[in-house]
């Protein structure tokens, strides 16, 4: 088998041409004798095998510190050429996206995110979902029990060297009903050890399918002191 597979090989026409090195020969002949290599050129600076040949003998030449003597001078041989090794670090990059499912006993879902933006000074997420909702109006859910889509954004935006803004929305959309919660957050850094919080939440209800149908807002400032 493996000679009719050579035979097929050998007889194709691109073996047959002789090549530039043995113009007397078939190229699949001058390969076989040995007249053609098919070792690659080594263009680089410095070859894996290359290495410094052995220095000439240096003839013998009159010693200073006494008239009338000789010095041989042996031959020696130079340090073998140091070659480059490129050594592959492994880094694996950090994901942008995910999947995950959740579950419990108010919702079972299962959601898709994405880091739409990441920078030092803004970071953007994205998540987008289906489940069922099992408790009404648990963990900012809808008015009813039922299949629910769910959405969410996270944003975080740095503004200068002090002070870091920061907001959250998320909605959930049943058949009639929607719930709404939105968060917004402003960090100060006042010193090393004192900084300012201040956050305002809004949360509203639609009337559809049994939902109260009102806006909730609330809102805090901190003073915080770290030791």
Do not use: K
């Amino acid at each position: 088998m493996l000679a009719s597979w050579w035979l097929a090989v050998v007889g194709l026409p691109v073996f047959m041409q002789p090549l530039p090195e043995a113009p007397d020969l078939p190229a699949a002949v001058a390969v076989a004798s040995g007249r053609v290599s098919l070792r690659q050129p080594c263009f680089r600076l410095a070859c894996a095998d290359a290495e410094w040949a052995p220095a000439a003998a240096t003839p013998a030449r009159p010693d200073a510190r006494a008239p009338g003597t000789v010095v041989a001078i042996r031959s020696q041989r130079l340090p073998r050429l140091a070659t480059r090794r490129f050594i592959g670090l492994y880094s694996p990059a950090s994901r942008r996206d995910w999947f995950y499912s959740t579950g419990g006993a108010a919702l079972v879902d299962t959601r898709y995110g994405l880091e739409a933006v990441r920078s030092p000074q803004t970071q953007v997420e994205v998540e987008l979902g289906t489940g069922y909702r099992l408790q009404p109006y648990a963990n900012y859910g809808t008015a009813a029990q039922g299949p629910v889509a769910t959405g969410q954004l996270r944003l975080s935006q740095r503004l200068g060297e002090r002070a870091e803004l920061s907001q959250q929305v998320r909605m959930e959309r049943g058949r009639e009903n929607a719930f709404i919660r939105q968060t917004v957050g402003l960090d100060l850094q006042l010193d090393p050890q004192w900084s300012l919080l201040g956050d305002f939440e809004l949360r509203h209800d639609t009337a559809g399918n049994g939902g109260e149908g009102r806006t909730d807002r609330e809102g805090s400032v901190r003073l915080r002191y770290a030791f």
